[in-house]
């Protein structure tokens, strides 16, 4: 049971590029979720799917796009790297039902030049 | 709105020092939940511990124990003898439902805790 793991787990972009991160999860959750972390600002909700084939956007959406074909699997595409997408890119996952923990995977640290 | 603060950005402390982490939120929800996270310098984020709004029972794991207090919106985290293992930054965040179904967690910034030798 590996949990919520994540791919690549480093990245170099230059400006204009694009890039599919990926994160799988094996404990069949329902609930996928991708968050950004910057310095001094804690997380902050990218994307988030409630099941297989369905996706919202959360609080800073802009930039990226997300697809879940497989209910294992979440994508988050950038389709047009920035700078201001440096970051550490954590997905989490959690089961359905009230209010459930989120587990996080080991992150991608992704660096926009 | 839905909010953390964790006021304290930075402590240090030296090794078998108790201290006391500070979390204070803001909902207009009356069912929610509060997490307390992880972050070693390895950079994941571990899980610690989960308490719904009806629960106000303080609880202790280890070293580790929370104090949860409604009436001033707080969720303080305790480490007693801290060893130097402890070090990392630690979140506190709040569960906050989404429509549509699921929840995201709002969290705080952060603080980073050090404990010398």
């Known amino acids: 049971n590996a949990g919520v793991t994540q791919t690549p787990k480093f990245r170099v972009l230059k400006t204009g590029q694009s890039m599919t991160l990926l994160c799988a999860q094996d404990?069949?959750?329902?609930?996928m979720y991708w968050y950004r972390q910057d310095p001094g600002m804690g997380l902050r909700l990218i994307h988030y799917?409630?099941?297989?084939?369905?996706?919202a956007k959360g609080e800073v959406p802009d930039g990226y796009n997300v697809s879940r074909l497989k209910k294992q699997n979440f994508l988050l595409g950038l389709e047009s790297a920035a700078p201001s997408q440096t970051s550490v890119y954590f997905c989490?996952?959690?089961?359905?039902?009230?209010?459930?923990?989120?587990?996080f995977g080991p992150g991608t640290r992704l660096l926009v030049l | 709105a839905q909010k953390v603060t964790q006021a304290q950005t930075e402590i240090s402390v030296v090794e078998k020092e108790d201290v006391t982490l500070d979390c204070v939120y803001e909902?207009?929800?009356?069912?929610?939940?509060l997490f307390w996270y992880k972050q070693p310098p390895s950079g994941e984020l571990v899980f610690l511990i989960r308490?719904?709004?009806?629960?106000?029972q303080n609880e202790i794991s280890g070293r580790y124990s929370w104090n949860f207090q409604k009436s001033t919106s707080s969720f303080n985290f305790t480490i007693t003898a801290s060893q130097v293992v402890d070090s990392a930054v630690y979140f506190c965040?709040?569960?906050?439902?989404?429509?549509?179904?699921?929840?995201?967690?709002?969290f705080g910034t952060g603080t980073q805790l050090k404990v010398e030798l």
């Open positions: 989490a996952s959690r089961p359905q039902g009230p209010q459930e923990t989120q587990y």
């Open positions: 308490r719904n709004s009806f629960d106000e």
């Open positions: 404990m069949n959750h329902e609930y």
């Open positions: 965040a709040l569960s906050v439902r989404l429509t549509g179904g699921g929840n995201k967690l709002t």
């Open positions: 799917s409630v099941g297989e084939g369905t996706t």
């Open positions: 909902t207009r929800d009356t069912t929610y939940y």
